[in-house]
């Protein structure tokens, strides 16, 4: 299978190279070709585990990997895991379950992506005998998740970019506690927006970006998204079956590639009835999806902190299939929205995708009310899920971090303060972060010094 660039400019690339690039060189984001009809295969899949769910999907895509050495890659991935069923599915009520997304290395969903992205990084240094810089940039969970991935790994650097004060504590020593040679945590002025347009900015210079071999790992990246795609699948494989009929997924998200996952499953034959777009008080997508007007507003820090983004980077690949695969009408909305900060779309699918808003005062209540109802504790993330339920419906809510990333905040709600043993480790550690302006030149210049 090959893959295409959004905005249509850019070579079609085998799987591992376009995820080697990352961000396509015409600054689109890559596609399949094509989306595969997977539905005459979720029968055979039911009984498999979860590396080996993983292996069997990613193989429709990854054709250029043979599947013994893709197995062996999802089955490295998943075996750090702390719970047996790697994503296990709680049940809270007769039609209200929870996906846990946090038993990886960093509790964090961004895990489930990038233990194996680090693999597929670590593949293709020993095969091509090169070395490789990666790039991301984090509103708080990938960070910590890419940087687990890539830990020590021989022939690799990592540069992570977060807004500095703008992540929960336990976040940023997840980041910059690490004592690796090959990690570097950079703390840069401004808002997660600003981090993510400089990173943006240092994948558009395409002789530098050859010239240190550099690589994304945000979502931008289109192994993350796929990868994303299998916790979805394995939570609809064990729901029963009566249960599947009418399922709505509850996604908290910011950057939109949490949800485009569970969107591209469905596209591909998995008869998932809708999603719930939850959001924070940074609350584009709900503005988007309840007014049909993209419009970006001023970045508000929150008790999830992780969800404070303003624009969207994988709402590009949904825009995409929503102009019907024009590489041109997409380039004509992106240029807009690029200049006045706003585009207003016309019959967006509002019956798939309903959404919710939830502010700081609501994240604390129902936290609150999570406990004394279920005894079951929640992260301020995985909070705005549970805003609103849609009655009449199976509802998944995607619990995307472990409380114990924010103690703080729990303890407020609830009384309680849970902990993690790798947590508490890092307390003790000291701090090795890079202090500098959101400026892509000061970026390059550091990757220049440091990379490998």
């Known amino acids: 299978m090959k893959y295409l660039s959004t905005r249509g400019s850019a070579p079609r690339l085998g799987f591992s190279d376009a995820v080697a690039t990352g961000l396509a060189p015409d600054g689109g984001l890559y596609l399949p070709e094509h989306l595969p009809d997977i539905s005459g295969r979720l029968a055979g899949w039911a009984r498999l585990g979860y590396a080996e769910l993983c292996a069997e999907f ?12 893709l197995k062996e890659m999802a089955a490295r991935a998943y075996r750090a895991f702390d719970h047996p069923a790697v994503a296990p599915l709680v049940q809270l009520e007769e039609d209200l379950f929870v996906l846990e997304l946090f038993h990886g290395p960093t509790l964090a969903f961004k895990d489930f992506a990038l233990q194996l992205l680090g693999n597929l990084y670590e593949r293709q240094c020993r095969i091509r005998g090169e070395t490789i810089n990666v790039l991301g940039a984090t509103s708080g969970d990938t960070g910590a998740a890419a940087i687990h991935g890539l830990l020590g790994k021989p022939g690799t650097a990592i540069f992570i970019l977060y807004p500095d004060g703008r992540v929960a504590p336990l976040q940023e020593r997840q980041m910059a506690c690490t004592g690796a040679a090959n990690v570097f945590a950079i703390a840069v002025d401004g808002t997660f927006d600003d981090a993510q347009a400089a990173l943006k900015d240092v994948f558009g210079d395409q002789a ?8 994304a790992v945000n979502s931008i990246n289109l192994a993350r998204v796929l990868a994303q795609c299998v916790y979805y699948l394995s939570a609809w494989l064990r729901l029963p079956e009566a249960k599947r009929a ?11 590639g949490n949800v485009l996952a569970g969107w591209l499953l469905q596209k591909m034959g998995v008869p998932i009835r809708g999603f719930r777009v939850a959001t924070n008080q940074n609350d584009i997508l709900y503005r988007l999806f309840t007014t049909g007007e993209y419009r970006v507003a001023e970045v508000e820090p929150s008790l999830a902190p992780s969800m404070d983004i ?9 825009l995409y299939f929503q102009t019907g695969r024009d590489p041109v009408r997409l380039r004509r909305i992106m240029d807009a929205f690029k200049t006045t900060g706003a585009h207003r779309f016309e019959n967006f699918d509002t019956d798939t995708f309903t959404a919710s808003r939830c502010a700081d005062a609501e994240i604390t209540a129902i936290t609150r009310r999570m406990f004394a109802k279920y005894g079951y504790l929640c992260d301020p993330h995985t909070a705005c899920g549970f805003k609103e339920i849609t009655p009449g419906r199976t509802s998944v809510v995607l619990a995307t971090a472990s409380p114990a990333k924010f103690p703080d905040v729990l303890h407020e709600a609830t009384g309680r303060r849970p902990t993690h043993p790798s947590l508490e480790i890092l307390k003790s550690r000291p701090v090795d972060r890079h202090r500098m302006a959101a400026d892509p030149a000061a970026i ?6 440091h990379g490998v």
Do not use: C, Y
Request: proline residues 2%; hydrophobic residues 50%; aromatic residues 16%.
């Open 444 to 449: 390059k210049a550091f990757i220049g010094e």
């Open 246 to 256: 009418n399922l709505e997924f509850v996604v908290p998200t910011g950057n939109f």
């Open 58 to 69: 990613l193989g429709i895509f990854a054709t250029d990997i043979e599947a013994a050495e």
């Open 310 to 318: 303003q624009v969207a980077s994988n709402f590009e690949r949904f």
């Open 208 to 215: 530098f970006r050859k010239a240190r071999r550099l690589s």
